[in-house]
């Protein structure tokens, strides 16, 4: 079946650490999304990549870096300069032209200890 | 920008009633909307996806509506059970933007 992988489930970030959260997908979408969720509100866009070698920052990519090699692979690491980075981390890709609407993986929850 | 407001933030119902979940939005100029169901810990499922074009679209005990003039959409559940209980997301896809998400609805259906 096809659909998003994320991995690892849960994480766990010492400080000063920078972290990378897989996401993989076999729907041969073109574009990707990493979407930050914090409880009691909704999903902020952190960065999006529309083709292979191209990305975007969203609203909330300070602290957040991207790469975009392969057309199924879009991981998103979370670098030390993110000082509050504790939440669940959601990837998300649609096919072109956004008609059949996005679907989702099953999440990265990042809790720093 | 495209701004989304759900309504209610939270709703708590006993099993069997219908009900109406809630969502604005201030452009009209959308592509698509899309309609999501999130279980505590997990990603979103899609429930329902209505084009620009299309007024409705039902799947099950799920209709969802769309009413550009209004800025409103609703997603009417039919015969709640407590397996619906979760929190119920709206987003919009504007031209040329990314989807807007609302905040969501937190459902609890009690038997």
């Known amino acids: 079946d096809g659909g998003i992988t994320q991995s690892p489930k849960y994480l766990f970030r010492k400080e000063g650490q920078n972290v990378t959260l897989s996401c993989e997908q076999n729907l041969n979408h073109d574009a990707m999304y990493w979407y930050r969720q914090d409880p009691g509100q909704g999903l902020r866009l952190i960065y999006y990549?529309?083709?292979?070698?191209?990305?975007q920052k969203g609203d909330i990519a300070e602290g957040y870096s991207v790469s975009r090699e392969k057309k199924e692979s879009f991981p998103l690491t979370v670098t030390s300069a993110q000082k509050n980075p504790t939440a669940f981390y959601l990837c998300a890709s649609i096919p072109p032209g956004g008609a059949e609407g996005y679907t989702f993986g099953s999440g990265t929850r990042l809790t720093v200890v | 920008k495209q701004e989304v407001t759900q309504i209610p933030a939270a709703l708590s119902v006993p099993e069997g009633e219908n009900l109406v979940l809630n969502c604005s939005f201030t452009?009209?100029?959308?592509?698509?909307l899309q309609w999501f169901r999130q279980d505590p810990g997990k990603g979103l499922t899609s429930l329902l996806l209505?084009?620009?074009?299309?007024r409705e679209q039902t799947s099950g005990r799920l209709n969802a509506s769309l009413d550009k003039s209004s800025g409103r959409s609703t997603l009417y559940i039919a015969a709640s059970q407590p397996g619906d209980s979760a929190t119920y997301l709206c987003a919009f896809h504007n031209y040329g933007q990314n989807f807007v998400f609302g905040p969501g609805t937190r459902l609890s259906v009690l038997p």
């Open positions: 209505i084009q620009s074009s299309q």
């Open positions: 452009d009209s100029a959308i592509y698509n």
């Open positions: 990549s529309q083709i292979v070698n191209d990305f």
